[in-house]
């Protein structure tokens, strides 16, 4: 199993412009979760999905777009780049509550985002 | 409002030495998880360990313990007989009742030197 991946790995952009981070689970999860880190700040909720064709707002949901038309695909999407979306960003999957136990998230790799 | 605190920023000790890393949280929920996760230099998140509100007992894996405390609102983490490959950035974690979404804690960057 692949578990978490995310393409790119690096992106650099130009004030404006719009690009898409792809994630990918094959784990069957029904959460997915896109997260952004910034120095001194841990991770930061941005939007997430509890299952397919389902979204919702995180902590730092403004700039960002997301979808779910997959279960095992979540994508997240800038449509115009602004220098304070540089960062980190990472992926997370988990299975659903079950017998009220909350399940770990699985990472991705992470892409690195610069914009200009 | 839940919030998780991690008050050490960096720590740096030598080699062998053991080390504790603190996580305060907040939250008025009752059922609660609490989580602590490595990201080492390659950057990826790995899990160590899951807690839920319910259970205080401590737990040790190998040279990893955890202490949680209700009482005090803690969640720390000790490594004893600190190795190099410890080194990473520490992050815990809170997850509440009613939402599958972890709030995160600053971080503390770990450094061993040799």
């Known amino acids: 199993n692949a578990g978490v991946t995310q393409t790119p790995k690096f992106r650099v952009l130009k004030t404006g412009q719009s690009m898409t981070l792809l994630c990918a689970q094959d784990?069957?999860?029904?959460?997915m979760y896109w997260y952004r880190q910034d120095p001194g700040m841990g991770l930061r909720l941005i939007h997430y999905?509890?299952?397919?064709?389902?979204?919702a707002k995180g902590e730092v949901p403004d700039g960002y777009n997301v979808s779910r038309l997959k279960k095992q695909n979540f994508l997240l999407g800038l449509e115009s780049a602004a220098p304070s979306q540089t960062s980190v960003y990472f992926c997370a999957s988990s299975y659903t509550i079950w017998r009220g136990t909350y399940n770990e998230q699985f990472f991705g790799p992470g892409t690195r985002l610069t914009v200009l | 409002a839940q919030k998780v605190t991690q008050a050490q920023t960096e720590i740096s000790v030598v080699e062998k030495e053991d080390v504790t890393l603190d996580c305060v949280y907040e939250?008025?929920?009752?059922?609660?998880?609490l989580f602590w996760y490595k990201q080492p230099p390659s950057g990826e998140l790995v899990f160590l360990i899951r807690?839920?509100?319910?259970?205080?007992q401590n737990e040790i894996s190998g040279r990893y313990s955890w202490n949680f405390q209700k009482s005090t609102s803690s969640f720390n983490f000790t490594i004893t007989a600190s190795q190099v490959v410890d080194s990473a950035v520490y992050f815990c974690?809170?997850?509440?009742?009613?939402?599958?979404?972890?709030?995160f804690g600053q971080g503390t960057r770990l450094t061993i030197n040799p």
């Open positions: 974690a809170l997850g509440f009742q009613g939402a599958q979404k972890l709030v």
């Open positions: 999905s509890v299952g397919e064709g389902t979204t």
């Open positions: 807690r839920n509100s319910f259970d205080e």
């Open positions: 784990m069957n999860h029904e959460y």
């Open positions: 939250t008025r929920d009752t059922t609660y998880y």
